[in-house]
């Protein structure tokens, strides 16, 4: 559920598409979703001073509440 999230927020942003990847790692409290770009979409990922990243994990923090388990967002360059 959280990985289709983040993987919908990042193909909104990004002019590749089809070139965001989205891998979930999950542990006992907390799973780690890797989000991967196009090279030239990283900064629209990220946007300035990282808003963009911030807001995005906000959100998926949010998500994560809901359903009572911890997720991190990491973007791989």
């Known amino acids: 559920m959280m990985k289709e999230l983040i993987k919908f ?12 990847e989205v891998t979930e790692i999950i ?3 907390t799973s780690v979703l890797e989000l991967r770009v ?3 979409d990283l900064g629209k990922v990220i ?3 990282g808003r963009t990243a911030k ?3 906000t959100i998926l ?9 911890r ?4 973007i791989i360059e």
Do not use: H, W
Request: charged residues 30%; hydrophobic residues 40%; without cysteine.
């Open 9 to 20: 927020m990042a193909q909104a942003l990004v002019d590749n598409p089809d070139m965001v």
């Open 27 to 29: 542990g006992e409290q």
């Open 38 to 40: 196009a090279k030239e």
């Open 47 to 49: 946007g300035k001073q």
């Open 55 to 57: 807001a995005m994990r």
């Open 61 to 69: 923090s949010a998500a994560s509440t809901k359903i009572k388990k």
């Open 71 to 74: 997720s991190v967002l990491e």
